[in-house]
């Protein structure tokens, strides 16, 4: 989705591939096997000055898991695994996320279970928070990829973009 939106992407799997990225997307997937992988590799203090350096960061669905209080210490929230509950709870709805409408796709998603004041909330299903900002770090609990939903990932883009005209990327 980042290609066609005219990005250059590579995939983070060690502490040298962050090298030179201007933003990072945490995508879903499975936040244990995740987890696993970045305490195997050691990215996880390399993620957090990544995150501290400014660059932007959008999490969705696992993505915000790791992004929360309990993993990577990131975003100043609390999510709950599987909150909608199993995969044949799955469902999809239309969202509106700052001004975009957005179709949303949830399996075995989270949501927000509480946040500071400091965490924008930008979208909610049935009173839970399912989309969030805070500074630089974007989080969502679902997946627009599989729908061919761009409007979030330009979002995301237009903010790496930003950051690189302003000087303030790594490259």
């Known amino acids: 989705m980042l290609r066609e939106l005219g990005a250059e992407v590579r995939e983070v799997r060690t502490v040298a591939d962050l090298t030179g990225l201007d933003g990072l997307v945490m995508p879903g997937g499975e936040s244990t096997t995740m987890t696993l992988g970045i305490e195997r590799e050691g990215l996880k203090e390399p993620l957090r000055e990544f995150a501290a350096s400014g660059a932007p960061v959008f999490g969705t669905c696992a993505g915000l898991i790791m992004l929360d209080r309990t993993h990577l210490g990131l975003l100043d929230v609390d999510a709950r695994r599987n909150a909608f509950g199993r995969q044949v709870h799955s469902f999809e709805t239309d969202l509106s996320i700052e001004g975009e409408d957005v179709h949303a796709i949830f399996i075995r998603a989270p949501w927000i279970a ?58």
């Open 114 to 171: 509480s946040w500071s004041d400091d965490v924008e909330v930008l979208a909610e299903v049935d009173g839970h928070p399912v989309a969030v900002r805070q500074g630089n770090l974007m989080a969502i609990s679902f997946h627009p990829e599989l729908c061919d939903e761009n409007a979030l990932h330009a979002k995301f883009l237009e903010s790496v973009r930003a950051r690189i005209a302003s000087g303030d990327a790594a490259s």
